[in-house]
């Protein structure tokens, strides 16, 4: 019933534009036959066409998810430290993969009708046993262990929502936890340092999500947040061609680019942007 109301509409905005009195008579009977096929080719049993049988419109009206587990590829640029010592970093893609010990990355995605409920997880976690102490202490080697979990989960309305083109305005959050251990081996001097800072950035944003061809895809999208409440400023934007090698898998890459500007008892001033590599399965 969608089409004819948009049907009826754009008939009517016609009319408008030409002055053709005419045309509002032609407007009622084309209307009249629209609603008359309409009913005529609902389906009424077994038979009928699979683009309107009522399975596929129970579908519509229902529930979808998406789960879309990927690699972000990312270097790490800035400075890190406390607010009386800072320390610049500057880290490739490769040195980051060179101490990767475990990581998790992946979106999980649930609509119904124009809500959209993405949530992104981020959970990386690198260390390094065969660092060098400082001179002058009483230790031979060093270990050094870093986690990251990033956690960003999102509410949304689709403003529009084409078969070609989609267009979403998101709001959420983003929760940070960063954690770092140091021992020392042998450590005489109780040098050995453990720690953590946590804290949450209030987001809002958007995406466009279309359609290249049948099988290609694009989406760009990017959110800002922070505004003091966690951070001083937090934003990401990223985007993704994707290629469709099954109806309900999709082959993704991209570029993200996500940036942070923590500064509390910790600081945490930092860039991080590299290649994004993935799947999308539709599970539904």
């Known amino acids: 019933m969608k089409h004819n109301h948009l ?24 209307a009249t036959n629209i609603d008359k096929l309409t009913f005529a080719e609902a389906p009424t049993g077994e038979g009928q066409s699979a683009g309107t049988s009522p399975s596929t419109a129970a579908a519509d009206d229902g529930w979808h998810f998406v789960v879309a587990p990927y690699l972000w ?17 500057h880290a490739s893609a490769a040195d980051l993969l060179s101490h990767f010990r475990f990581g998790l990355m992946g979106l999980v995605e649930a609509d119904h009708k124009r809500i959209v409920l ?77 720690g953590s800072q946590n804290w949450v950035d209030p987001l809002v944003g958007g995406r466009i999500l279309g359609d290249l061809t049948p099988k290609a895809s694009v989406a760009i999208g990017g ?31 991209g570029w993200r680019y996500m940036y942070v ?12 942007s590299g290649v994004v590599l993935g799947v999308t399965i539709n599970l539904k």
């Not at 992104?120 to 031979?140: K, S």
């Not at 505004?227 to 890459?253: H, N």
Request: aromatic content about 12%; proline content about 5%.
């Open 7 to 30: 049907l009826r509409f754009t008939i009517a905005l016609v009319a408008a534009v030409l002055g053709a009195a005419s045309l509002s008579s032609a407007q009622e009977t084309v």
């Open 73 to 89: 590829l990312t270097g790490v640029h800035g400075t890190a430290g406390t607010p009386t010592r800072e320390l610049s970093i």
């Open 118 to 194: 993405p949530l992104d997880i981020i959970w990386a976690r690198l260390g390094d046993n065969q660092a060098l102490p400082f001179p002058n202490l009483p230790a031979t080697t060093a270990e050094f262990k870093a986690s990251e979990f990033i956690l960003t989960p999102k509410v949304g309305y689709r403003l529009l929502d084409q078969k070609k083109i989609k267009i979403d305005a998101l709001t959420g959050f983003r929760y940070w936890h960063l954690g770092q251990n140091l021992q020392f081996s042998p450590s005489r001097l109780g040098l050995n340092f453990s």
């Open 223 to 253: 959110d800002v947040g922070g505004w003091g409440t966690g951070s001083q400023l937090d934003y990401q934007f990223f985007g993704v061609l994707g290629y469709k090698i099954k109806p309900a898998l999709t082959l993704q890459a």
């Open 261 to 272: 500007n923590y500064r509390s008892t910790t600081v945490f001033d930092v860039a991080m």
